[in-house]
């Protein structure tokens, strides 16, 4: 059977500047990803690494070139789906260094939240916040402000927040970044999990190597070209 793709982009191209300032930040970019796999993105400082998330997040448009996310097009030769925010907070999530949580919120109130954003009814959205908490190993958590939680439970909070909607994708930043090598390995597992049993496409740029026998495939990126290439995940 063949699995969904969660995204296909064909050519996309960014570039800042103009003249002798143009710096092509990323060239001629095709490629999918399946719902159900995990990608890290690689590349030195400067590479077009962040361009890349912000134009698959839909922050940041690129100058040409074509993406669908979840089978629905989004971007094609500059023109944008109408309702951005909205599309967003469907069909992506997004993962930062900092868990950017909501500080005078608790942990169940920051992923209740994102819910009810949507538009989902107060007592659904604290019941489904409450399961992926759970899922998450926070369930002893749940009315904890960020400033009590440890480094590593505040992002597993906002993982939570960017899976609560069921996303076909996941874009997460330096998720890691600011943990030590086990708390780092274990956001990797849980992207690696959620993959697996929400069927979300994760796709994260990083610096830490330690953790790509967890990954499906690498995007490797300079200059603003990519090359993709199998991960070490059996």
């Known amino acids: 059977m063949t699995v ?3 995204i296909d982009a064909r050519s996309l191209a960014r570039h800042y500047g103009e003249g002798n300032r143009r710096v092509d930040a990323l060239k001629n970019a095709t490629f999918e990803i399946a719902r159900g796999e995990v990608v890290a993105i690689l590349g030195p400082s400067g590479s077009g690494k962040t361009t890349l998330l912000t134009v698959l997040g839909l922050i940041n448009p690129p100058d040409a070139g074509s993406l669908r996310i979840d089978g629905h097009e989004v971007l094609r030769e500059g023109a944008r789906v109408t309702n ?3 599309f967003r907070r469907r069909y ?3 993962v930062f260094q900092r868990s950017n949580l909501i500080p005078f919120l608790n942990a169940l109130e920051n ?5 009810e ?3 989902v009814p107060p007592r659904e959205a604290r019941g489904r916040a409450r399961e992926i908490l759970t899922s998450l190993g926070l369930a002893e958590r749940l009315d904890y402000v960020p400033a009590i939680l440890s480094g590593g439970e505040q992002q597993r909070v906002a993982i939570a927040r960017a899976l609560v909607n069921a996303p076909a994708v996941v874009l997460a930043d330096e998720p890691t970044a600011a943990l030590d090598s086990e708390r780092g390995r274990q956001i990797m597992e ?6 697996r049993e929400r069927g979300a496409a994760i796709l994260f ?3 830490d190597h330690r ?3 967890l990954v499906d495939r690498v995007i490797e990126m300079e200059d603003g070209a990519l090359t993709v290439r199998a991960g070490g995940s059996t």
């Open 190 to 195: 849980i992207f690696r999990r959620a993959a």
């Open 4 to 6: 969904p793709l969660a």
């Open 92 to 94: 992506l999530g997004f």
């Open 211 to 213: 953790t790509l026998d």
């Open 117 to 119: 954003l949507d538009d």
């Open 84 to 86: 951005l925010a909205l």
């Open 111 to 115: 992923v209740q939240l994102s819910l």
């Open 205 to 207: 740029v990083t610096h």
